[in-house]
């Protein structure tokens, strides 16, 4: 197995900015912003040959309560499974009770651990460094994470410690159907998450917002490897004000175009609401196959779970071709369910396709409605083949296929859909005209031909006379 780092510290000393150092990523969000991290995020990083997992944490102030405390459980459940932790302490602003009782905890844990005393920058190094030798964690390396100024020292430190490792093994990379959970704020994505995956491995709080950055888990069920990311819900544009809510959004929008099959989570106590269907047509644009996820469905009264029905039926029209399930994440009612549509539908969007099948279908549809007249000529289209996966494109081939009208687009998405048996996925149509070889070219005729066109001439003039 590969060594695990866990890069532990008080909120706001650096631990993201040297995570996305060595791991060469901008995977963390970094901003000048105290407990922006609050889940564990996982990286690959390598040093000369030596491949590593680092474990981004959050902040751990010690007088921790309510989302904070379930923030530092996440950093604490870090260094446990850590074999190596970074403990990141900050020079400029010198030893603090938050530092002394993290080294308290972290000897009690008896891990091995180097003291990095981060943004050395601009600060006498003797002077700074002076009082944290009194925490008694060993070696202590000054670095600044924002330039690499020690960086390349502690990592020759820390790799000296790593056991051999062999050439076989390798980083527990992102594998299997990668499930992206999206929504708006506080619609319960990370209880999903938690639910699906057995165990509490991202921060859930009664709060909009708590999650702000996209987590990959690898994990396995019935020995199928899966990666599930938890997301940043998405608030409408106007109520978002905050930088940092500003890329975490960009974040999710990253996730929905990694993943395979989309989640969208529903508060069904709340209804359809606009942004919703706003989050629905973001992830069919991207192609991505879409599984619909109704939670907090074990609340509602009846009277209220019919209106709710309706609704749907009414204004999800337009992805008809989803799979929807009723499910309670708090609880686990219908959480197993989702298995099943995101197999089927990540099963549908990488199905490879054949050139014959497909023209077969593009011919009984035009059969059955044929494309309009355009200028006096029909519409030809000749044959189909494959184009791509998640999602399945088709690309079809003949005349004037510029011109097809949208709703005949929609026809032959359909149809497709119907006689592929596609579940959960997008259906993508693309056309491609065939050029006309004598297009732009102007015949050249023989003598023969010429002395054949005067004999006509004078016969037509003849025939007026």
């Known amino acids: 197995m590969l060594p695990v780092i866990a890069l532990v510290g008080r ?20 901003a000048n912003y105290a ?59 010198g030893l603090t009770p938050a530092d002394e009782m993290i080294a308290e905890r972290l000897r009690t844990r ?40 020690g960086v390349r020292s502690l990592m020759e430190r820390l790799v000296g410690d790593f056991p051999e490792v062999g050439e076989e093994e390798v980083v527990d990379e992102a594998s299997g159907i990668k499930i ?42 019935d020995e199928k490897p899966y990666t599930i990311i938890d997301t940043a819900g998405i608030r409408r544009r106007k109520n978002v004000k905050e930088s940092v809510e500003k890329f975490s959004i960009v974040k999710t929008l990253q996730a ?13 106590s709340e209804g359809l609401v606009d ?7 973001t992830v069919i644009q991207s192609g991505r196959a879409l599984v619909v996820a109704l939670n907090k469905w074990d609340g509602l009264d009846p009277d209220h779970r019919d209106f709710v029905k309706t609704e749907l039926e009414r204004r999800l ?6 799979d929807i399930h009723f499910i309670s994440a708090l609880h686990g009612t219908g959480v197993g369910n989702l298995y099943e549509s995101i197999e089927a539908a990540y099963q549908s969007a990488t199905d490879k396709l054949s050139t ?60 497709f859909r119907k006689a592929l048996d596609l579940h959960g996925t997008p259906v993508k149509i693309e056309f491609r005209t065939s050029d006309n070889p004598f297009a732009g070219k102007k015949n050249k005729l023989s003598d023969r031909q010429k002395a054949k066109k005067r004999r006509l001439m004078k016969f037509v003039k003849k025939k007026k006379k």
């Not at 175009?257 to 508060?267: C, G, P, T, W």
């Not at 029209?317 to 989803?322: D, I, K």
């Not at 030809?380 to 009208?405: D, E, F, W």
């Open 11 to 30: 909120p706001n000393v650096g631990k993201s900015t040297l995570f996305n150092r060595l791991t060469k990523s901008r995977d963390a969000l970094v």
């Open 35 to 93: 407990g922006l991290t609050r889940d564990r995020k996982y990286g690959e990083a390598e040093f000369e040959g030596h491949k590593m997992i680092l474990v981004d944490t959050g902040g751990i102030s010690g007088g921790e309560e309510g989302i904070d405390a379930a923030m530092a459980q996440q950093s604490m459940q870090a260094i446990e499974e850590a074999d190596f932790v970074l403990f990141l302490v900050d020079c400029r602003a």
């Open 110 to 149: 008896s891990k091995p651990t180097i003291l990095v005393a981060n943004k050395v920058d601009g600060v006498n190094p003797d002077i700074a460094l002076a009082p944290f030798y009194e925490l008694g964690i060993g070696e202590l390396f000054p670095t600044t994470a924002t330039h690499g100024r």
């Open 180 to 221: 992206g959970i999206v929504g708006r704020p506080n619609v319960g994505k990370s209880t999903l998450v938690n639910r699906l995956l057995g165990e509490d491995r991202v921060v859930v709080f009664d709060q909009p917002g708590t999650t702000r950055d996209s987590v990959y888990i690898n994990y396995e069920r």
């Open 256 to 268: 929905v175009e990694d993943a395979n099959v989309v989640v969208l989570v529903i508060d069904a």
């Open 275 to 281: 942004q919703d269907l706003h989050l629905m047509g």
């Open 317 to 322: 029209r337009f992805v008809e071709f989803a």
């Open 356 to 415: 014959n099948h497909l023209t077969r279908i593009l011919q009984w549809a035009v059969s059955e409605h044929q494309p309009p007249l355009v200028n006096g000529h029909r519409i030809k289209l000749r044959y189909a083949h494959a184009g791509g996966q998640n999602p399945p494109v088709i690309v079809i081939h003949g005349n004037q296929t510029s011109q097809v009208p949208n709703h005949y687009v929609r026809y032959l998405e359909k149809t």
